[in-house]
């Protein structure tokens, strides 16, 4: 097949949960880019509206729905709706991550943990769930996971000031999960024809690269990365497309690593 067919998206209806936030915007406006009806999902559908009408004004298909990730009628409410009004969920990104109950281990409690993982592990194990039932009627699709270089490794505790506070344990821990979950879904669901892989990025957070407050800490980073740049919004749209896209048909169970080369050291 030509390769431009094999990562055009054309036809495609793609869910992006979190598709609004840091790294979602990206993701849903390349994917956008690539032909794929791309549904915009959050708590805020209102938010995610706004973006999928900018990106339908370029002439793309997108719409914004509204999803919590910690409440299990949502969930299922969102797949239902998308597989109704499309006919098809053929990708399913998990982006969404909740950053507002994560806690060090000195400052853990059990509700904080919990709160923390019903949306960024739990609530994407029902999504995905809520979807794979579509997917396997269809004959196929493509999940994503997006985990982050926190899933392979921990974070590098002398980069950070004190000011900052401890780094978060639930994070690693959540992220690490990420990519034991994307590999048993894929050897799970492999041969009904769908897809898992994950993507762990790196270095990408425009709002702390634009703070003077942290501008010791990015330029740490930069020193220390081996592309020596920090990462931007264009840097994740490629391995995203890549992996929901038939350029990839014959990859799964795998995490493609987007940190500039930190993780090598």
């Not at 098809?88 to 409690?109: F, G, H, K, P, Q």
């Not at 923390?116 to 995905?128: E, P």
Request: hydrophobic share 35%; glycine share 12%.
């Amino acid at each position: 097949m030509d390769l431009k067919k094999l990562y055009s998206l054309e036809g495609r209806t793609v869910i992006v949960t979190g598709g609004r936030g840091t790294y979602g915007a990206g993701i849903s406006e390349g994917l956008c880019e690539m032909g794929a009806e791309v549904i915009i999902a959050s708590r805020n559908k209102a938010k995610c509206e706004e973006l999928a009408a900018s990106l339908r004004d370029k002439g793309y298909k997108a719409r914004g729905e509204a999803l919590d990730l910690s409440a299990d009628d949502s969930v299922r409410a969102l797949a239902e709706k998308v597989y109704r009004d499309s006919g098809r969920i053929d990708v399913l990104v998990n982006n969404a991550v909740d950053r507002s109950n994560m806690v060090s281990l000195e400052n853990a409690t059990r509700e904080k943990l919990q709160a923390s993982s019903d949306t960024n592990l739990t609530g994407q194990i029902m999504l995905t769930q809520a979807v794979v039932g579509y997917m396997k009627k269809q004959g196929g699709g493509s999940i994503v996971n997006i985990g982050s270089m926190r899933g392979l490794d921990c974070p590098h505790f002398p980069f950070y000031p004190e000011s900052w506070g401890e780094q978060p344990l639930s994070y690693t821990t959540e992220k690490w999960a990420m990519v034991g979950m994307t590999k048993y879904l894929a050897g799970r669901y492999g041969r009904d024809g769908i897809r898992v892989n994950c993507v762990a990025p790196g270095g990408f957070n425009p709002g702390l690269a634009d703070d003077p407050d942290k501008k010791a800490f990015v330029d740490t980073y930069i020193r220390n990365c081996p592309l020596g740049r920090w990462a931007t919004a264009d840097d994740i749209k490629g391995p995203v497309a890549f992996l929901a896209s038939d350029a990839s048909a014959y990859i799964t169970g795998a995490t493609l690593v987007m940190d500039g080369g930190w993780t090598i050291w």
